[in-house]
């Protein structure tokens, strides 16, 4: 019997809630820090990957971004990020699909990435991401994955782990590496995951 990834999600956000899952961050500083050092003008395209339920769509919003979209295999997980956001959900888009399926239908100025990258263990799906990426992002991207300190599993689900020099190669041939910084995440359970980020320019 063939693993469902999408079934494994749906089931995931319909029976826990922000405060039983690892990855959960009342303010996702990281990736604001990245996005806002970029200098965007507010009508710059914005896509977060896997973003399912975070925050970091509110803050992004709040901050006055008007192209934004966010991305998830779990239609749950956007069903909750819809709800909390209430008459502000319509100002964003919202895509239901795995990533290694997803078809962009325009190109954006910032592909934004925070643990779903590293989900990806087959050598055929992270290519099929890494080229997603170098038809659709036209100028920023921005991953964040398990460092080689980090854990080994997330949510039941083996990862693959990524130092600085593998996250470069990896997206070397069209992307231009500008920084990387290895952080802890303090989950809402209070153990530490340790987290690589690395930002790009298209070349």
């Excluded at 970091?56 to 239609?75: A, K, R």
């Excluded at 239908?105 to 779903?116: L, Q, S």
């Excluded at 659709?136 to 039941?156: D, E, R």
Aim: charged share 25%; glycine share 4%; net charge positive.
């Amino acid at each position: 019997m063939t693993f469902n990834i999408k079934k494994h999600w749906e089931t995931v956000y319909e029976t826990k809630t922000q405060e039983q899952v690892s990855w959960t961050q009342k303010i996702p500083k990281d990736s604001l820090d990245f996005i806002q050092s970029l200098k965007l003008n507010k009508d710059a395209s914005i896509i977060d990957i896997g973003g399912g339920d975070s925050f970091l769509v509110d803050f992004l919003l709040d901050d006055g971004y008007t192209n934004i979209s966010v991305l998830d295999i779990s239609s749950k997980a956007i069903e909750r990020a819809k709800d909390r956001l209430g008459t502000k959900a319509t100002k964003v888009t919202w895509i239901v699909s795995n990533i290694i399926d997803f078809k962009p239908e325009k190109n954006y100025d910032v592909w934004h990435d925070r643990a779903a990258f590293h989900f990806l263990t087959k050598e055929n799906d992270i290519k099929t991401y890494v080229s997603t990426t170098e038809k659709y992002v036209s100028k920023n991207l921005i991953i964040g994955t398990f460092s080689k300190n980090g854990p080994l599993k997330c949510s039941g689900l083996e990862i693959t782990q990524y130092s600085k020099n593998k996250m470069h190669k990896t997206f070397n041939s069209k992307f231009e590496p500008v920084k990387c910084v290895i952080k802890n995440h303090q989950t809402p359970f209070n153990t530490i995951q340790n987290f690589i980020f690395c930002s790009f320019k298209k070349r």
